[in-house]
């Protein structure tokens, strides 16, 4: 593995690091936070505890803080990393600016999701052209140590990947949400409502066990003509889900594409 700084001890790079430790892969790994108490997942010789000091160890610099701290980082830190992979996990931020920022060439650009954090991840990724076949092979088995991963075709598809499987589990755990409103309405307690809600999500599992059967082949399983869930999936097609699902999915498609030119994010 190349020698790899993530800066960020978040959500998602604490889970980078925790899924790297899970395959042993942490030996030349290093975790850079500004807060100290962050860093504690990763032993004290490998904290690192201000970003300009990232390049002195490692070929690759894997960015994951917010898109907002971007800017403010890099006026920390300068045009210091000409000769590394930057790998970025940055929403809304073009790989042509984070290599202007930079100086770097070997550029990725990412998009995990909160899966990271159960090592359950999508992430879909595109590199420039200048990133190399070991490079490649890098990317691929820090993306791996967290989940599933997408090589994308061009980089226009992140905003559209994105808006699918980077804001995907908010989707879950919204219906998880609504199934338990609904329960309760219907005079299930509350503990009960959320434990049937918690659950349900576990039917998802048929779909990536038994792959022999479509999203759609098993919906149709499941709903017997004339029963219950005939006419449950009745009121959804007639109140327009598939078309409000469709809209929403595009909405945050196109925020995704506006955050490359919101000010406010760089």
Not at 233 to 239: F, T, Y
Request: overall charge neutral.
């Amino acid at each position: 593995m190349i020698s790899t700084v993530i800066i960020g001890a978040g959500n998602m790079g604490s889970a980078f690091y925790k899924g790297l430790a899970s395959q042993r892969k942490t030996d030349r790994v290093w975790l850079c936070d500004q807060h100290r108490d962050k860093l504690e997942i990763a032993p004290t010789d490998r904290r690192i505890d201000h970003p300009a000091n990232a390049g002195n160890v490692a070929e690759c610099i894997l960015l994951a803080v917010k898109p907002q701290s971007f800017a403010a980082l890099m006026a920390a830190v300068g045009k210091i990393w000409s000769d590394k992979l930057v790998i970025s996990i940055m929403a809304g931020i073009t790989m042509k600016v984070i290599a202007d920022a930079t100086g770097a060439s070997a550029v990725v650009r990412a998009m995990p999701n909160l899966g990271a954090r159960v090592r359950r991840s999508i992430t879909g990724w595109y590199p420039s052209p200048t990133v190399t076949s070991i490079q490649i092979k890098h990317t691929q088995e820090l993306f791996s140590a967290i989940g599933m991963t997408v090589r994308l075709k061009e980089e226009l598809q992140i905003d559209g990947f994105t808006a699918v499987a980077g804001s995907g589990p908010a989707y879950v755990f919204l219906l998880a949400e609504l199934i338990e409103n609904a329960a309760r309405d219907l005079g299930i307690d509350e503990a009960t409502s959320a434990q049937i809600a918690r659950n349900l999500l576990g039917a998802g599992s048929l779909l990536l066990d038994e792959k022999e059967r479509s999203a759609e082949q098993w919906r149709d399983a499941v709903t017997s003509k004339g029963g219950t869930t005939e006419a449950a999936m009745r009121v959804l097609q007639e109140r327009g889900l598939p078309d409000i699902f469709r809209d929403a999915i595009a909405a945050a498609a196109e925020r995704s594409r506006s955050l490359s030119h919101d000010d406010k994010s760089h």
